[in-house]
């Protein structure tokens, strides 16, 4: 395939994804499809709880919920040959081409998932003038990852079509439900990257330039997500308010209070209450109250500072009002800080692409939280390399935005610098 058919063949598989998003554990017809595409590449293929811990999945949908997703995603155009090893929802892919030639093993992270955001229907959304919007309200690819999928399976037929430059191990790995950093632990504790020697993880977009690459994105905070369910007892708000147990006010409590954690003095940190939901009338007591939170910390450390002082303060406003609670962790990251030696080869591969305008060691800047950062410390403890690259891009809206899109012009070029990654890195370990 010439490759100004892999780029017609690059923005017609991001676009069917665009078109039908599935957000996370739910991947079923991206998975399916991309596990027929890579099967018939002739990679070797192991999936959903093959590659994935049940134990270690953070915020999975119910049961409900995933068979009814499953219905929808046999209707919409999943594979059928496929779509049955990802129906209880554990989505995730690893892909793997052995050279039958000694070398490392190299290991690329594409994450699938969308958001639950409603894709704008305004007539210059570029989506909308193409034919290609998101056909379900509330779902939309609204961070790129249809665009990482789409590069996954181009970087697949670049590997493919040119073995003889390669040698070692592929691994390229298509994680479900990076949204809320909840698919990638669950991939490790599977035992996915305990063979990997290099490890590359990247985005694309997120305020770099078109045209421009950073090849060491350091700056992720390690962060919880946290849903906290106060239970208490319901009465009559007029005739019996002594009888009842007000799981409200313990939440209110606790919501103020979570604000005022103090922050450490050795990083950054944060902490935020993003939902409240309680109550069921005016003249009802509240027996129930749920949170929705999350911590995050310049470190590990200081995200388990400030998720600790949650936890009291949670366990404070319970027994304050005299009822119980629940606390469930539904998604966590850590930091990591990616290997110079890794970056200054995607660096070097960037500068050598006659469309890289500028090529960046690597930035660290905030940039909020990823759950990659599980692979790339698994893989740094067993003494191999690790690092988070950015492709830049035209974006026409802040990611997470109704509007959100991506110059599609920078596919083709992330394909190319990642394949030359492997070509470096397999040239580099046998000198």
Known sequence: MNTDMLEKQLIAWRRDLHQYPETGFLEMRTASKVAAILDKLGFTLQLGKEVMSAQDCMGKPDKNETKNHLEWAIHNGA??????????????????????????TIAYRFDMDALDINESDATEHFPVREGFRSILPYKMHACGHDTHTAIGLGLATFIVENKEQLCGKIKLIFQPAEEGTRGAKSMVKAGVVKDVDYFIASHIGTGVPHNHFVAANNGFLATSKLDITFSGRASHAGAKPEEGKNALLAAASAALNIFAIARHSKGSSRVNVGELHAGSGRNIIASEAKLKVETRGETSAINQFVREQVESIVAGAAKMYQISYKMEVVGEGLSCHCSKELAHILQQ?????????????????????????????EVQE??????????????????????????????????????????????????
Do not use: R, W
């Open 79 to 104: 594979n059928k040959d496929y779509v049955s090893y990802f129906s209880e929802g554990y989505t995730g892919i690893v892909a793997t081409m052995d050279l039958k030639i000694p070398g490392p």
């Open 349 to 377: 591969c960037a500068k050598e692409h006659p469309d890289i305008v500028s090529s960046i060691l690597e930035s660290n800047d905030s940039a909020g939280s990823e759950d990659a950062t599980y692979f790339m410390k």
């Open 382 to 431: 067993h003494g191999g390399f690790a690092t988070y690259c950015i492709f830049g891009t035209d974006l026409a809206a802040g990611h997470h935005n109704e509007k959100f899109d991506v110059n599609e012009e920078t596919l083709l070029p992330a394909v190319e610098i990642l394949y030359q990654s492997a070509v470096q890195l397999s040239n580099t370990s046998q000198q």
